[in-house]
């Protein structure tokens, strides 16, 4: 079973074994409105946590999306690129950017998990 973990950038890791797939939370996907462009890295490529992976944009704003933990691009989501309003509809399934082979597992536990994500979205307003 996937554990998820949450940054306060709104991007979440579900970790499977070694291998996280890294996306964008509901609450990011309606701040940014309608999704209208992304761009995703290639896939080989190794990001350090914090580094941007991958860029989106919106009808309202462009947004960095940064790698919640550090690791190695496994495997990027072409469909979306193709249709990105896809984030929109399904963020946290067939909306997600890259799968990661996450390098240090200790990083995630700086992440929330989903009850520290919820209570940190409260407080937001």
Same mark, same amino acid.
């Given at each position: 079973?996937?554990?998820?973990?949450?940054?306060?950038?709104?991007?979440?890791?579900?970790?499977?074994?070694?291998?996280?797939?890294?996306?964008?939370?509901?609450?990011?996907?309606?701040?940014?409105?309608?999704?209208?462009?992304?761009?995703?890295?290639?896939?080989?490529?190794?990001?350090?946590?914090?580094?941007?992976?991958? *860029? *989106?944009?919106?009808?309202?704003? +462009?947004?960095?999306?940064?790698?919640? *933990?550090?690791? &190695?691009?496994?495997?990027?989501?072409?469909?979306?690129?193709?249709?990105?309003?896809?984030?929109? &509809?399904?963020?946290?399934?067939?909306?997600?950017?890259?799968?990661?082979? *996450? +390098?240090? +597992?200790?990083?995630?536990?700086?992440?929330?998990?989903?009850?520290?994500?919820?209570?940190?979205?409260?407080?937001?307003?």
């Amino acid at each position: 079973m996937a554990d998820t973990r949450y940054t306060k950038d709104h991007e979440y890791i579900q970790v499977t074994g070694d291998i996280g797939v890294v996306g964008i939370t509901d609450y990011a996907q309606q701040q940014l409105g309608d999704i209208v462009f992304v761009e995703l890295p290639e896939v080989g490529r190794s990001f350090g946590k914090g580094d941007e992976a991958a *860029v *989106v944009e919106s009808v309202k704003a +462009a947004s960095e999306i940064y790698a919640p *933990v550090g690791g &190695e691009v496994i495997e990027v989501n072409a469909a979306i690129e193709g249709e990105p309003a896809v984030v929109n &509809e399904d963020p946290t399934g067939r909306g997600w950017f890259l799968k990661l082979r *996450v +390098a240090d +597992a200790a990083e995630l536990g700086d992440l929330m998990d989903e009850g520290a994500y919820r209570q940190y979205v409260a407080t937001l307003g």
